[in-house]
């Protein structure tokens, strides 16, 4: 009989620890629900309401009648839309509305785009473990479709499961899947199991897991805390001039430690039950009882050490181990350092209404209520309803994505490659545009956060975030791609201004803060602290996390806005708008590699980041024939254009900082990444150009989409995550800016 969903019971202090007895862990087990081999896809709906994006499985058969699914729906879920051919394009433009004559079948009521934002395989986890232990079990059909998932994205060679769905397997990846799959009622003789264990084995077992693993299965009681690394909640005490207070950190290294550090301070674990003990078994080569678990903390797998833990960190963590645990940390220090970190949490979950950052910290935090406010607690159903935010149901089953969505971010997108093919004034696509144009308007982000300086918050009046305004985070370039969206229809005749001046002068306000003193952009906030604090990285898997880095991309995003808006409002800030264009143009041209690529942090990755660049330049008037830095830009991406006309970079690039080709051959979104820059840039010859559109119209379907190919996005160099609606505005956008420039050319 397959294992069922379980449940835990709460432990709001560390001594309530204690193992059930074997009648409540039988009884225990029996409420799990039973898994299914499969749920019926046509009984999924999404729904969106402000922007926020669930899925729902309607069992009823009346409630499915009253609630057809959507083209949408059916697209996500990999069902077929039977829509008809389209006539064949002749030339780009003619591509391009067929294109949106697809694409507009996927807008959601609201004016937006959704898609699922996947990739990175840690993330699913933490939601399952959170809900486990706050005793929240998952539905059978949400359990159901975890487990499809998770085997289908299995390794199809060892069985185990990466850092993300293109990455080899790691330990993060295998030792937390495998006990998802435990969680949500997988047997431990399923063969996807049993392949899965002997990979887990032959690496070592979960104790060479890293950091992040190692603490999620600590809460659940599978390890002890001795195995977890040192996160003193008391690092919140230290006062703010400090050079290495986590308030100088990245956002996400923060958001995440904090309620990390608040629950290792705890030394708070799940009850024990059956499957507990079980795992103990299973995730492990040696005996459980005879392991090491102190001896192991700095135990980890080669293929999890992207960034290995420097001398520094490693003296660091002895110290606190072997001195300031025993010696000085009263408990006095102890009570206020956990306050303050439970404060800081309550603060971000004020401000984002419990969506929090990001579902890393959201499933933390949902854990660290129930321990402080028990099961029945306001803050825990709360998580728990947000939390089924960021899940999302596709061909395979379902996934965790990145953030609870892109909704904002892709949109922007949207209109812009309408714009570029000179269709805004279309009134074929009027009605798309201006339902676009209103779900911006209502997510604009009218205040600051409540607190903004006590809980470490950069401003934010007049932003967007890059999914929506609950979660409320405002990152440069989302800002800056939702604002110019916004001009330009505001700007287009026939279109409402529903954004008044005002609006978009606190908008631009916003931007104006996001400058760094050498010119350049990061994403949240500018930099706190040097990027020496990377001494201090202790997540082991990825790079660049402790600080915020300046990027190319968001520089670009934010200079080609305000050079848009100082065309319309001239008089507003002149001077610091013109400071900023200049110092950001210097700064792009300073960060240009030596080979005339650019470094992208945000997509893969020399193609993705030379795009922006090269739109940074054109937008002070620096191409091709102009511009040394140009010039050396499009050599670049030209040495780079394969035989049949495409683009295709590997994800191992941004892992090893050279261009690395992607195996698969080229790529659609690539290509058009290249196109963009180029045609942006003025490149002289046609030839190469109309090469690369070939490949992108060819390669539409006859309903007008475009399939999917390798993954296209990343974060701290060594995780991919997936942005499927790119695949649609960037070929669309490469096309209609060729269909511009070369109004008689056919190219089929």
């Not at 225990?28 to 749920?39: C, G, I, N, W």
């Not at 013109?578 to 650019?598: C, E, L, M, N, Y």
């Not at 010039?631 to 900082?657: H, M, N, P, V």
């Not at 979104?669 to 002289?684: D, Q």
Request: with cysteine; hydrophobic share 35%.
């Amino acid at each position: 009989m397959a294992r069922k969903q379980a449940t835990e019971a709460p432990a709001a202090s560390n001594e309530s620890s204690k193992k059930r007895s074997s009648a409540d862990s039988d009884d225990y087990d029996a409420k799990r629900p039973r898994l299914q081999e499969s749920t019926d896809k046509a009984r999924w709906r999404l729904s969106s309401e402000g922007g926020r994006h669930t899925w729902h499985y309607l069992e009823d058969d009346e409630a499915a009648k009253k609630w057809p699914q959507s083209y949408a729906d059916k697209y996500y879920l990999g069902m077929p839309l039977e829509l008809p051919e389209l006539p064949k394009a002749t030339n780009p433009l003619d591509a391009v509305r067929n294109g949106l004559t697809f694409f507009e079948k996927l807008q959601l009521p609201e004016g937006h785009w959704g898609c699922e934002y996947g990739g990175p395989m840690f993330l699913l986890p933490g939601v399952v473990i959170a809900r486990y232990v706050t005793k929240n079990p998952v539905p059978w059909y949400y359990a159901t479709e975890i487990k499809n998932y998770l085997f289908a994205r299995a390794n199809p060679v060892d069985g185990g499961w990466g850092l993300h769905i293109e990455g080899e397997s790691t330990m993060l990846g295998t030792t937390l899947n495998y006990t998802t799959l435990r969680l949500v009622g997988v047997e431990a003789d399923h063969p996807v199991m049993v392949k899965a264990r002997a990979t887990m084995h032959k690496m070592g077992g979960a104790i060479c897991a890293p950091h992040w693993a190692k603490f999620w299965l600590t809460v659940l009681g599978i390890t002890k805390w001795d195995i977890v690394n040192p996160v003193p909640p008391e690092l919140w005490l230290l006062p703010d001039w400090v050079p290495i207070a986590p308030w100088r950190w990245w956002i996400h290294m923060r958001q995440v430690f904090l309620p990390m550090s608040y629950l290792w301070s705890k030394k708070w674990q799940a009850e024990e039950t059956d499957l507990i003990r079980e795992l103990r078994k299973e995730l492990f080569v040696e005996d459980w009882d005879k392991i090491d678990w102190a001896g192991n903390r700095n135990t980890i797998h080669p293929n999890d050490n992207y960034h290995p833990k420097t001398a520094f960190l490693n003296t660091v963590n002895w110290l606190l181990v072997n001195i300031w645990n025993p010696v000085f940390r009263t408990k006095y220090l102890v009570d206020k350092a956990e306050k303050w970190a439970s404060d800081l949490i309550d603060m971000e979950d004020e401000n984002t209404d419990y969506s929090d950052l990001a579902p890393v910290n959201a499933a933390m935090n949902t854990v660290c209520c129930y321990v402080r406010d028990g099961p029945g607690a306001y803050s825990v159903r709360r998580h728990v309803e947000r939390l089924d935010e960021v899940l999302w149901v596709n061909a395979e089953g379902m996934l965790c994505n990145g953030t609870n969505g892109v909704q904002c971010w892709d949109t922007a997108f949207a209109i812009q490659a309408i714009m570029d093919a000179g269709l805004t004034e279309d009134p074929r696509w009027r009605p798309m545009l201006i339902k676009s144009l209103e779900f911006l308007e209502d997510q604009q982000i009218r205040e600051n956060v409540k607190d903004q300086d006590k809980c470490y918050r950069h401003p934010r009046k007049g932003a967007w975030a890059f999914s929506n305004k609950d979660q409320g985070y405002a990152v440069s370039d989302c800002v800056s791609e939702a604002l110019k969206s916004v001009i330009i229809l505001q700007k287009t005749p026939g279109f409402p201004t529903l954004i008044d001046d005002q609006r978009i002068f606190d908008a631009v306000d916003t931007m104006l803060t996001y400058q760094n003193p050498s010119g350049a952009c990061s994403s949240y906030e500018t930099p706190r602290a040097g990027q020496w604090m990377e001494v201090l990285n202790a997540a082991e898997v990825f790079g660049n996390i402790m600080v915020e880095f300046e990027y190319p991309e968001c520089t670009t995003a934010v200079l080609t806005t305000l050079s848009l808006f100082k065309k319309h409002w001239p008089n507003h800030r002149t001077d610091e708008i013109d400071s900023f264009i200049t110092r950001a143009v210097k700064w792009i041209k300073s960060d240009q590699k030596p080979h005339g690529g650019w470094y992208g942090n945000w997509g893969i990755c020399f193609t993705y980041a030379t795009m922006f660049a090269l739109e940074s330049l054109a937008s002070v008037g620096e191409t091709y024939e102009t511009s040394k830095y140009a010039k050396k830009g499009c050599d670049f991406l030209i040495s780079k254009q394969r035989e049949d006309g495409g683009w295709s970079e590997s994800y191992k690039a941004c892992e090893t900082g050279e261009y690395v080709e992607h195996p698969t051959g080229s790529q659609v979104v690539m290509t058009a990444w290249a196109l963009i820059g180029l045609i942006k840039a003025k490149y002289p010859d046609i030839e190469p150009i109309k090469k690369g559109i070939k490949l992108i119209m060819d390669r539409q379907q006859p309903n007008g989409e475009w399939l999917q190919e390798a993954i296209e996005g990343v974060f701290n160099k060594s995780c991919m995550i997936s942005y499927p609606n790119y695949k649609f505005v960037f070929p669309l956008k490469a096309m209609g800016l060729f269909a511009k420039r070369y109004p008689d050319e056919k190219v089929v």
